[in-house]
């Protein structure tokens, strides 16, 4: 099955700086690469997503690029606010689920 | 639109007990899928409903069992519940892009 392995597992920036979360996964026929946000006591919420025909997808503040021969995508985020801090999570499809990382803890300090 | 809806928020049982939990997918969402999230873990697969059949089942055992009705909203349940058990407990659902996650039942076994 797909494997997801996320980098790194906590990150501490200053407000404004620039935030960068990697995931790597083993299939390369997966073609679908969503990212989550999950706040203290909620579940999931889906930030962004790309599909392997594309190498980098923008959404305000947020991008993901994808490196297909690599395997590996990224979470960019902007100009970060305190409002960024969460657990982030990649996944990748195995079948009709999805694989998850093991989160990322962002913490954006004024 | 209400998104994900899932009851109840919090459940506490004992160690042995059978628990039901429910959710009701997106309006427009005919897949509904199980996961379950550990502390400080991502989401582990539990399994996915389609036209009310198990399409696909992650590493659990057979103590957990789902049921998906005509109006697409589903039931999992989990019989001799074990102390591993406590988890959060996420419902899912999906239509053929996106999945989107309810808030979770906080399950607690003692």
């Known amino acids: 099955g797909e494997n997801v392995e996320q980098h790194p597992s906590t990150l501490s920036v200053q407000e404004g700086d620039s935030a960068v979360i990697k995931c790597t996964y083993s299939?390369?026929?997966?073609?679908?690469f969503p990212w989550y946000k999950q706040e203290l006591g909620k579940g999931p919420q889906l930030i962004i997503d790309?599909?392997?025909?594309?190498g980098e997808k923008k959404d305000q503040r947020i991008a993901v690029t994808l490196n297909k021969t690599a395997k590996h995508f990224s979470l960019h985020i902007t100009e970060t606010q305190p409002e960024d801090s969460a657990v982030y999570f990649c996944?990748?499809?195995?079948?009709?689920?999805?694989?998850f990382g093991k989160g990322t803890s962002l913490l954006v300090t004024p | 639109d209400a998104g994900v809806t899932q009851s109840p928020t919090h459940l506490i049982k004992t160690r042995g007990q059978q628990v039901t939990l429910r959710c009701s997918p997106k309006?427009?969402?005919?897949?509904v899928s199980w996961y379950q999230q550990a502390l400080g873990q991502g989401p582990q697969f539990i399994f996915q409903?389609?036209?009310?059949?198990?399409?696909q089942r992650g590493n659990f055992p057979d103590r957990f069992s789902g049921h998906q009705f005509p109006n697409y909203s589903s039931e999992l349940n989990v019989n001799a519940l074990l102390l591993g058990d406590s988890a959060l407990y996420l419902c899912?659902?999906?239509?053929?892009?996106?999945?989107?996650f309810g808030p979770g039942t906080r399950l607690t076994v003692t």
């Open positions: 996944a990748a499809p195995s079948g009709y689920a999805l694989n």
């Open positions: 899912a659902s999906s239509d053929r892009t996106s999945l989107i």
């Open positions: 299939d390369s026929a997966s073609n679908y």
């Open positions: 309006s427009g969402h005919d897949t």
């Open positions: 409903y389609y036209e009310e059949e198990e399409r």
């Open positions: 790309i599909r392997s025909n594309v």
